[in-house]
């Protein structure tokens, strides 16, 4: 079959057939380069996330702590004793600063899987700044409970024809409950 094919045919067939080698060389040796570069810039990735690795223990035990303190496991409060506190803070806030506690309702619990919750209500008029003051108190510095819910309310006095302000402070406790 070669032997019928003239100089020039053959050239053009040996050119053909080194440029298939050639592509399939190539695409051997980049296929192996491609490969490791992207190997490579994996191992950067976790050689990165490894240097790291202290910030974010140092940042996960931190998460840790809170939630052990929202959870009150480091000392176990009774029920009464957190709703004694709340009312603590909030009647010496109020009597120092001018404003008025209008309700106080007994706490509720309920169980949510392996936690009890208990939820207090508190109930205070004032004015906005004051208001805010409270909440600061109880949420930055006092930390009785934690926060789950603030509500204002304006309603008309009909006696002074005034508006009064009023914030609804809705306090939880978490407790993981013993099953022993």
Do not use: W
Not at 99 to 119: H, K, L, N, R
Not at 136 to 165: C, D, H, M, W
């Amino acid at each position: 079959m070669l032997n019928n094919l003239t100089h020039k045919q053959k050239y053009y067939l040996l050119v053909a057939g080194l440029a298939l080698i050639s592509i399939f060389v190539i695409m051997n040796v980049f296929r192996r380069t491609y490969q490791e570069y992207t190997q490579r810039k994996g191992l950067q990735a976790q050689i990165a996330k490894a240097q790291d690795a202290p910030g974010q223990l140092k940042a996960l035990q931190k998460q840790l702590q809170a939630s052990e303190s929202i959870l009150h496991t480091n000392k176990e409060l009774d029920s009464t004793e957190v709703h004694e506190r709340i009312l603590s803070i909030v009647s010496h806030y109020c009597t120092a600063h001018q404003t008025t506690m209008i309700a106080y309702p007994p706490f509720s619990t309920s169980q949510e899987g392996d936690f009890t919750i208990q939820t207090d209500i508190v109930i205070v008029q004032g004015d906005f700044k004051r208001l805010l003051d409270l909440l600061y108190l109880i949420e930055r510095q006092e930390k009785p409970a934690k926060i789950a819910s603030v509500k204002f309310k304006t309603t008309k006095n009909l006696e002074t024809k005034g508006t009064e302000l009023s914030m609804s402070l809705y306090l939880q406790t978490f407790k993981k409950v013993s099953h022993e």
